[in-house]
């Protein structure tokens, strides 16, 4: 059951989660979890099968979270326009206890609180901030205590690197300004960002890109991510092993083929090449046998290392991809890095 009322002129609806889980749990499912496929594969958004980024009938990864009833849901909310009339928004998952206003007009929850940015996955071609799968990440990242902003972005084809990026930043953006600062109590210096897949890599960005200080702007306090790739440029791919496939991805992505000398998008759309000491915490996690190669995730933590940002790695075995790693043992590692790095939560 679930309960929806309008969010006062904001653009978005809310809603009260009484039994996420039993919602969830009726989504039919048939697949493998989403995030790069092969081949890929378009998705129609009205479409029931398209619901779900894990379409499998074992329950992995982030299937395995049940939602408490006690979470609120904002969704819908418009974070910016872009030049063409694009029209983006996110959705706020949330406890209830940290709404500025209750129904009945009371204040919320006083005392700042962490917020953190959720980036779905998709191939950068695909996905929606409100699948029944990213929909858990984003009420399982507010059942630790933190306000979860769950995000769309522009799409390949519709559009290439660096709109992905542009719109994630603009989204931190959103978060800092002040009305949204007030409205969900959250502190400005306590923004993480958290991604799986193409999600990852640009959760990655957020954190490597920029300079300054960790509260203002585009940039984050903490970087969370699984399985995203990380060293675009074609030596790295190379180096790496990366499928034709992967390459043919990346090179949709950035709009140029990442082995040509001329695609500048290859070097600046990777995460490990903007690493200096000013950069955040980062998790990083992925398979041991996926589509991801794994010397993406190793390069990066070395460069990471080399710059003397703190850092925690993680490699599990299997093939199983983005937030289908993000089981109950991989969820505590996450939360617990991101407690560790962004401080007390709502609880």
Known sequence: MTRTRSSGGRGGRTRLVLVAAAALACIAVTGV????????QPIDPDAAESRSELASVVPIGIRT??????????????YGAREDGTLLTLDVCRPASTAATT??????????????????????????????????????LASEGFVAVSVNYRLVPDAVFPAQLDDVALA?????????LA??????????????SAGGSLAAL????????????????????LSGPLGLTGRALDADGASPWLRSVVSDYLGCDPGDASCGAAVEASAATHVDASDPPVFLAQSDAEVIPLGQQTSFVAALQAAGVPV????????????????AS???????FLHAALGPAAR
């Open 183 to 196: 409205e969900y109590g959250i502190d400005p210096g306590r923004i993480g960002a958290f991604g799986g």
């Open 33 to 40: 979890l989403s995030g790069f496929h092969l081949p890929l």
């Open 65 to 78: 979270f049940e939602a408490p009833s006690d979470l609120v849901v904002d969704e819908d909310l418009p």
């Open 206 to 225: 957020l954190g490597t890109r920029g300079d300054g200080p960790l509260d203002t702007g585009s940039r984050v306090a903490a970087v969370a991510e």
């Open 103 to 140: 129904d009945d007009g009371t204040d919320g929850a006083a005392g700042a609180l962490p917020a953190v940015v959720s980036i779905h996955g998709g191939s950068w071609a695909r996905g929606d901030k409100a699948n029944a799968d990213w929909r858990n990440v984003c009420l399982w």
């Open 172 to 180: 931190v953006e959103w978060l800092r300004e002040p009305e949204q």
């Open 312 to 327: 925690e790695s993680l490699v599990v075995p299997g093939s199983a991809h983005s937030i289908g790693i993000l089981d």
């Open 330 to 336: 991989m969820r505590a590692r996450v939360a617990a």
